[in-house]
């Protein structure tokens, strides 16, 4: 069984095997044949995906595809319908970008709706989705980050948790990617404050830039910390812990059981 490189690459496949062309022909930077399809983003071996030695529970053996749930067709069901009749009316009505042009597809998984947004143009939709009467996405509850480094071009992604109390409730995530040598995303403080610390943070944890932020800088980490810990490319451990007199080394510098 062929091996990858290191533990934090358990999503990376090996160059030998060919789960790199099944992932190029199906991958998520582009749509499967039938887009209602499972996409195969990764395929991960052993209990752990680890390939040092040291999975001692016996499913070293194990070989099985990282599946993302691949593009909604309409009718989506619930409101969903609704909300993308009422985004794409009022992306119309305004000076900007075209429905088809800013949303890059829609995805529906366990009963909640994922709007795919071109990066340049997620300042005019999430404006538009807090004004419209008809939408009214008047809180943002939270902006997180995701590594992909498996996804080429697209390896950083940002996730916005929109909520609209004026109409019952209802929910919509957005979500951005960019590339990992272009790590800039438009900061949308601007429509909702209440982002400002939820973008520091991702930034602080991924490396995100966010454009247009008043204040980009570390909020967790000190503001000398190299890197951004939460990268699947991040070292594990990195710190050493002396416990009782014995020191105990990082995971990455740890004897690997054969």
């Known amino acids: 069984m062929s091996e990858e490189k290191k533990t934090g690459d358990e999503l990376k496949p090996t160059p030998d095997d060919n789960s790199g062309q099944e992932i ?48 909604a067709q309409r009718p989506y069901g619930s409101y969903f319908d609704q909300l993308a009749d009422d985004l794409e009316a009022s992306l119309g009505r305004a000076d900007g970008p075209a429905y088809d042009e800013a949303i890059e597809r829609v995805v529906l998984h366990n009963g909640e709706m994922t709007l795919f947004v071109a990066r340049e143009h997620l300042p005019r939709v999430a404006r538009v989705l807090r004004d419209d009467p008809s939408l009214r996405f008047e809180l943002c509850l939270d902006v997180s980050g995701v590594h992909y480094p498996q996804e080429t071009g697209r390896e950083l992604h940002a996730v916005y948790h929109l909520l609209s109390i004026t109409n019952g409730s209802k929910r919509v995530r957005l979500e951005v990617t960019a590339p990992d040598d272009d790590p800039h995303i438009p900061s949308i403080v601007e429509t909702y404050p209440g982002a400002d610390w939820h973008e520091r943070e991702t930034w602080d944890m991924f490396g995100i830039q966010f454009d247009g932020h008043p204040s980009l800088t570390r909020i967790l980490m000190p503001d000398d910390w190299p890197g951004h810990p939460q990268r699947k490319d991040y070292p594990l451990g990195g710190i050493p812990v002396e416990y009782k007199g014995a020191t105990v080394p990082p995971p990455d510098d740890r004897r690997s059981y054969n």
């Open 24 to 71: 190029a022909e199906q991958g998520i930077g582009g749509l499967p044949a039938r887009s209602d399809e499972p996409v195969v983003v990764a395929r991960k071996k052993g209990m752990f995906g680890s390939s040092l030695g040291n999975d001692t529970t016996g499913m070293g053996g194990l070989n099985r595809p990282i599946l993302f749930p691949g593009a």
